[in-house]
């Protein structure tokens, strides 16, 4: 078994090197709006897991995740050698590639939210306008009630 701060630093060095070398070196254009997000290294350091992203080409336009997935899938002989020259490790981990679903989870809960606070919105209109069913203070006793038990006895 390997020491844990070993795999993190290996999974951080394998990040980088799969991250620049998409950049730079890998010409296939379903990979350009790919980005590398986090590494995950086995204890025993054989296998590497990379979760990247892939955004549209612009902000209206739905990303190609199964396009950046063949991308990934064809290149990751090319990748698993530049990682192996730039760790210099004895056994080059195995790189498998996984979509990173941080971002979707996040969009998902910011729109839970908006939902939420559009609800609370429509509570607090409706509480504006609203008056309590009886009195104020229903199990508020009346002083007048209190005096007259006072003087029975």
Not at 94 to 123: C, G, N, S, Y
Request: charged share 35%; hydrophobic share 40%.
């Amino acid at each position: 078994m390997a020491d844990p701060a070993r795999a993190r630093k290996l999974a951080k060095r394998i990040s980088t090197i799969v991250a620049s070398a998409i950049d730079q070196e890998i010409k296939d254009p379903r990979l350009d709006y790919v980005t590398i997000t986090d590494a995950k290294v086995t204890a025993d350091l054989h296998d590497a897991t990379v979760y990247y992203t892939v955004r549209g080409v612009d902000l209206d336009s739905e990303p190609d995740f199964e396009g950046a997935a063949a991308g990934l899938a064809k290149a990751t002989g090319v990748l698993r050698s530049k990682v192996g020259a730039g760790t210099g490790v004895r056994f080059t981990p195995t790189l498998a590639f996984v979509a990173d679903t941080v971002p979707h989870t996040a969009r998902h809960m910011e729109e839970l939210l908006a939902r939420a606070r559009a609800a609370d919105d429509e509570v607090a209109k409706a509480r504006e306008g609203a008056s309590h069913a009886g009195e104020e203070d229903p199990y508020k006793e009346s002083r007048a009630a209190d005096d007259d038990d006072a003087d029975r006895d």
